[in-house]
């Protein structure tokens, strides 16, 4: 099936008022330091953490008007996000990770978020690149 034949609406007959597949605005691999961690050192330095957010919301004037105001200003939200994850301190990753939700729906317009995060050095005997948490919220 075809999804631009699906699309009438507002721009030349190809943009929907209402979208069926929700515009997105990724963020990959924003790294900062921070602490999270239920062992003892964890909680006495911070360690390498990567976060991942895909943001919902309509993009559909943005992609008209090709004004700034019009979408959601990602540098705002990862200076945010980075502001949570160096400033904060979290013992289990489930929780970072829904407070960067918490953050980053602040702005009105975003419908939902998707926030993966990981540790880049997990504290664990075993061979693994990284440990981490991918939740989904919405309003």
């Known amino acids: 099936m075809d999804i631009s034949s699906n699309r009438g609406g507002r721009s030349g007959g190809r943009l929907p008022d209402t979208h069926p597949v929700p515009d997105r605005i990724e963020i990959r691999g924003l790294r900062a330091l921070g602490v999270c961690g239920v062992l003892p050192e964890e909680q ?60 980053v729906l602040v702005d009105e317009r975003i419908s939902a978020v998707e926030v993966v995060v990981r540790k880049l050095r997990p504290p664990v005997a075993h061979h693994v690149d990284t440990t981490g948490v991918r939740i989904v919220r919405g309003r």
């Open 44 to 103: 006495q330095r911070p360690q390498p953490l990567e976060v991942d957010l895909v943001i919902e919301a309509d993009l559909a004037e943005a992609g008209t008007t090709d004004d700034l105001v019009d979408t959601i200003d990602y540098a705002v939200t990862i200076e945010a996000v980075e502001r949570v994850v160096a400033t904060e301190r979290f013992r289990l990753l489930e929780r970072l990770a829904t407070r960067l939700a918490e953050v």
